[in-house]
T-cell receptor, first 115, second 116 residues
Framework: AQKVTQAQTEISVVEKEDVTLDCVYE???????LFWYKQPPSGELVFLIR??????QNEISGRYSWNFQKSTSSFNFTITASQVVDSAVYFC????????????FGQGTELSVKP | GAVVSQHPSRVICKSGTSVKIECRSL??????MFWYRQFPKQSLMLMAT?????????EQGVEKDKFLINHASLTLSTLTVTSAHPEDSSFYIC????????????FGPGTRLTVT
């Protein structure tokens, strides 16, 4: 069975702090994809990143960075120098071609960045 | 490119009535569309997978007679909530997977349904 766990339900930081959102996944598939989405109060999901299971390279995009480690089945997301606009719910998700490509979402982490 | 629209964005209906939500891929063909439901402060839960020209596949626990899904074309899928009740009030989100891809999935903006 596939499962995504985001153990942090809520995180509160002060602006300019760095924050890491944890994501641990379970799957028996050897080919799979991992995603991060941002959901602001409007509700619309914003795609942040996709990683396939064969690419463990870490990625940096501006203030965002992702650490994918297959050895620990983790795909953590770090925001550097957080800003108030980063306040949102962040979802980690898993998809496998063998499962029809449907997305399995984690429980989400609500990030609150205070001025 | 890769825009998915949903209509309506918000709907309020009386208990016992039916509501239809449309999901359209505006600039690409989508052989597969997914319907998710999200209750307040919760995650997205997949309700069903909709394939163009065939019957939808429902996740365990989702009543297929209550949530009717039609995917009649490569750009349109509809979800009809039949005989809606207050417990059906939720945020419904669709996503569309671009034809001939495995992972290119794009989300609509969601429809907030309130049943009174």
């Amino acid at each position: 069975a596939q499962k995504v766990t985001q153990a942090q339900t809520e995180i509160s930081v002060v602006e300019k702090e760095d924050v890491t959102l944890d994501c641990v996944y379970e799957t028996r598939d050897t080919t799979y994809y991992l995603f991060w989405y941002k959901q602001p109060p409007s509700g619309e999901l914003v795609f942040l990143i996709r990683r396939n299971s064969f690419d463990e390279q870490n990625e940096i995009s501006g203030r965002y960075s992702w650490n994918f480690q297959k050895s620990t089945s983790s795909f953590n997301f770090t925001i550097t120098a957080s800003q108030v606009v980063d306040s949102a719910v962040y979802f980690c998700a898993l998809s496998a071609p063998n499962q029809g490509g449907k997305l399995i979402f984690g429980q989400g982490t609500e990030l609150s960045v205070k001025p | 490119g890769a825009v998915v629209s949903q209509h309506p964005s918000r709907v309020i209906c009386k208990s016992g009535t039916s509501v239809k939500i449309e999901c359209r891929s505006l600039d690409f063909q989508a052989t597969t569309m997914f319907w998710y439901r999200q209750f307040p402060k919760q995650s997205l839960m997949l309700m069903a997978t909709s394939n163009e020209g065939s019957k939808a596949t429902y996740e365990q626990g989702v009543e297929k007679d209550k949530f009717l899904i039609n995917h009649a074309s490569l750009t349109l899928s509809t979800l009809t909530v039949t005989s809606a009740h207050p417990e059906d009030s939720s945020f419904y989100i669709c996503s569309a997977r671009r034809a001939r891809t495995v992972y290119e999935q794009y989300f609509g903006p969601g429809t907030r349904l309130t049943v009174t």
